[in-house]
């Protein structure tokens, strides 16, 4: 993706039906190609009017609101935050199912959450508790500790510092063709596609940063 204006929406790093049976292909259509291209032009159109901002980052404009334009940070703010939740998420799938969590993420969920399991039973509680639209994200602080964020509408885990590992959509657009009104049937399925080996790169990245 572009690091800057003019954004664009990027491929899905796999097929859309790649996810069958946990996210159907209907739903990743539509997820893609509709809800997050929406994001990239609305916050294309809300920079334009402003070049000062053409070179700026995702990462920029949403961690430094205090210094957009009067008028523009909301929009920015939703839209810049639509984009890279959406991207981080597609990116954070994958259809190699149930691969095992690989070290050093593995290492730190035990050290954290005592097992994968008992992280995932934290992780399921705290995405059931998003009350409305948003996301849960599994997180690092800057002191090296692993931490369950949740984040509402499009905020992102940025602005309270946090460097981002895994996260999931829980918008009903995420999920409401397959599984109506069951968050919790959503969350399981995610679970067997959550792309564990990508979480462990970007933990790999911020270790070695
Ligand atoms: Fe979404």
Redesign the pocket.
């Known amino acids: 993706m572009n690091e800057h204006y003019p954004f664009q929406n990027p491929p899905l790093p796999y097929a859309y039906d790649a996810l069958e049976p946990y996210i159907d292909e209907k739903t990743m259509h539509l997820?893609h190609d509709r809800?997050?291209q929406t994001y990239v032009d609305n916050l294309n159109a809300a920079l334009l009017p402003h070049p000062e901002l053409h070179d700026k980052s995702l990462v920029f404009l949403l961690t430094h609101q205090n210094l957009l334009p009067c008028g523009t940070q909301i929009p920015i703010r939703n839209n810049a935050g639509?984009v890279y939740?959406?991207i981080f998420?597609f990116s954070g799938l994958t259809p190699d199912a149930d691969r095992p969590i690989p070290d050093p993420l593995s290492a730190f969920l035990i050290e954290s959450f005592q097992s994968p399991e008992k992280f995932k039973e934290k992780f399921k509680a705290a995405t059931l508790s998003v009350f409305g639209s948003g996301y849960a994200w599994l997180t690092i602080e800057p002191t090296g500790r692993l931490c369950i964020f949740v984040t509402k509408n499009q905020d992102t885990p940025l602005p309270a510092g946090l460097f981002p590992l895994l996260n999931i959509?829980v918008?009903e657009?995420?999920y409401y063709l397959k599984h109506y009104n069951e968050r919790a049937a959503y969350i399981d399925d995610w679970f067997h596609i959550a792309d564990f080996a990508r979480a462990n790169e970007h933990l790999l990245s911020f270790l070695h940063a």
């Open positions: 997820h809800h997050l639509g939740n959406h998420y959509d918008w657009h995420a």
